[in-house]
């Protein structure tokens, strides 16, 4: 619940103005019912037409008034709800983006959609419901109760024997429910992580006629989360029944005892009218607060999660130049004994303890100087991707050290360090826009530079071909795009900042040979003075690198020029002669 203060704290002045006239509506709601008893009981009996007209208007206009002040604090309240949404849905987003390669490992990524959407929505209802309902309902009650003890204390007195037990029972269950709907969020990430997986492999369910298999194993969590749910909110509803059925036997007592009071003379009839329509207000105290205590378990369940994320600390630690700098020498970009385990020893900040995993790389080192290519091959799995995923500082390195331009990558802001590169990943991402937005994405590049990038990463062609060339809208992960011109096109974005190095990590799977071999002239050619590091799985697109780092389970099994490796290094040898056709 700290997380929904603290946001709401943003917009004092707001929020006081809302609460300030709920309390206001909720006061003149409160006065309605004496002034009905005041004309029922003083003015009717005069006789006289014209002050019952008048008190009548006075309570009309009461009305009118209480209407207004009630309508104008909600549409505050919601207001302001929203944009507390809005800044806890920019700060998670804006942390998200920031998060280490590990943390966000750890969270998973269905579980951040769940928190943006599901728990940022459970955080803006309890916004809404503590600018409204914690004024309103608390008020409703206490100024029930305090004008109906003024009213007939020996009436009042049968609401207020009720409601010790009503308050413990509602504060009893909300206090069960708060865990109940934690494990219904920690569900719902299952569900969105099932469903994310099967729309994003469509094809392949449909390839494999897995489609009722899949559905099949959907049933099973949404089963799961359907249970956690239906168990949270038959918790706390409880309170509800309970409540009603107390509430309806003191009214009962209230007409009873009433009733015979004013055959007694005791009371007036106008004020066994005005007490039954306060202890109605009393009773949707009782519920609101019912509701109140329901609504804060779920947001508070939900605003822990966000929390969690928001607060997390970076386990990216910057170190100061001066503490990890050291001569740059020869090398422009320097792995010494670099070893790397993802998830070793890690909490999953989603409630998940990862096992200890063996090393993706293990005492790892190179050097390449500016201007330079380094092509990496290995097989599936050898460590690969996870060298640029250090280059870039998406993880910390287990042990050794990465620089670049001869400083530890740790004493780089991360920005800093990442506009030096242009980059290419193995699962990259065409984005719902132009093409030519996706190739400049939002950097400062000149036209002549997009021309270029799309000249030199073999794009012309095809993007000439359409009818709106640059200006052609790319669908959603690039849908209404083949294979081989998405990764022409992340090319091109990559080239396009002219960086300074140039990482291509299996970016040319999807061409032909020929496309292939043109790209990488054009590169050679064109951007010669980036130092270029390419990763693939095919010889023929490394072997001109100046050197070749040779990969397998994590460890280096060669390192040197094409040349070098065919006479030293039997795993290159042996995977050349393979896709060359020499070996059958």
């Known amino acids: 619940m700290k997380l929904i203060f603290r946001y709401l704290g943003r917009y004092k002045r707001l929020v006081v103005i809302a609460m300030v006239m709920k309390l206001a509506g909720t006061v ?15 003015v009717v009996p005069e006789g006289k037409m014209l002050p019952v007209v008048l008190w009548g208007l006075g309570m009309f206009l009461t009305a009118i008034l209480c209407r207004e002040l009630n309508v104008r604090a909600n549409r505050r309240a919601i207001d302001n709800a929203h944009r507390v949404s809005y800044d806890v849905r920019q700060d998670l987003f804006r942390k998200t983006v920031n998060l280490s390669g590990a943390q966000f490992d750890a969270f998973g990524l269905p579980s951040i959609i769940s928190r943006m959407t599901s728990d940022s929505y459970n955080v803006q209802s309890a916004a809404q419901q503590l600018q409204l309902m ?26 207020v024997l009720m409601l010790p037990l009503l308050l413990v029972i509602i504060l009893g269950v909300s206090a069960k429910g708060l865990p109940l709907y934690a494990r219904v969020q920690q569900k719902l990430d299952a569900v969105v992580r099932v469903m994310r997986e099967n729309i994003t492999g469509i094809r392949v369910v449909k390839a494999l006629s897995k489609a009722d298999y899949e559905t099949r194993r959907f049933a099973g969590v949404n089963e799961d989360m359907t249970k956690s749910d239906i168990k949270a909110t038959t918790v706390m509803a409880i309170p509800g029944p309970f409540m009603q059925m107390c509430l309806n036997i003191g009214l009962a007592l ?31 105290g009782i519920m609101g607060l019912s509701r109140i205590f329901m609504t804060m378990s779920k947001a508070s369940a939900s605003a822990n999660r966000i929390d969690t994320v928001i607060e997390a600390d970076t386990d990216l630690e ?92 740790r004493t780089y802001e991360k920005d800093e360090l990442r506009r030096r590169f242009g980059t290419v990943f193995q699962n990259d991402m065409v984005f719902r826009d132009t093409l030519r937005e996706n190739i400049s994405f939002g950097r400062s590049v000149t036209e002549e530079n997009i021309l270029e990038a799309v000249r030199d990463a073999q794009a012309s062609e095809f993007i000439a071909g359409l009818p709106d060339g640059l200006e052609h809208e790319a669908a959603i992960k690039g849908a209404n795009l083949s294979g081989g011109q998405k990764q022409r096109i992340f090319v091109a974005r990559a080239l396009a900042a002219r960086p300074e190095i140039l990482v291509l990590d299996d970016s040319s799977s999807a061409l032909d040979y020929k496309t292939d071999a043109a790209m990488r002239r054009a590169i050679a050619e064109n951007h010669g003075d980036s130092t270029t590091i390419m990763i693939a799985q095919r010889v023929s697109s490394v072997m001109n690198m100046t050197r070749i780092l040779v990969l397998d389970n994590g460890k280096c099994v060669g390192y040197g020029t094409h040349e070098e490796l065919m006479e030293n290094c039997p795993a290159y040898r042996e995977t050349f002669k393979v896709q060359m056709g020499e070996i059958a």
């Open 318 to 409: 910057a170190l100061p130049e001066e503490a990890a700098s050291k001569p740059s020498g020869e090398g422009f970009i320097r792995f010494e004994n670099v070893s790397f385990s993802y998830g070793e020893d890690s909490e999953d900040k989603s409630g998940f303890v990862g096992e200890s995993r063996e090393r993706a790389l293990s005492d790892i080192s190179f050097t390449v100087k500016k201007g330079e290519s380094l092509g990496i091959i290995g097989p599936t799995g050898c460590g690969k991707t996870t060298v640029i995923n250090l280059l870039m500082r998406f993880y910390d390195v287990s042990s050794g050290g990465v620089f670049v331009d001869g400083r530890d990558v």
């Open 134 to 159: 914690c004024i309103r309902a608390p008020m409703m009650l206490v100024g029930g109760i305090l004008v109906s003890l003024w009213m007939d204390a020996s009436l009042a007195l049968i609401m």
């Open 254 to 284: 209230v007409v009873i005892i009433g009733a015979q009071r004013v055959n007694g003379g005791q009371m007036e009839p106008g004020v066994i009218l005005a007490f039954l329509t306060y202890f109605n207000m009393v009773t949707m």
């Open 28 to 42: 003149v709601e409160l006065l309605l019912p004496t002034i009905f008893e005041h004309i029922i009981d003083k």
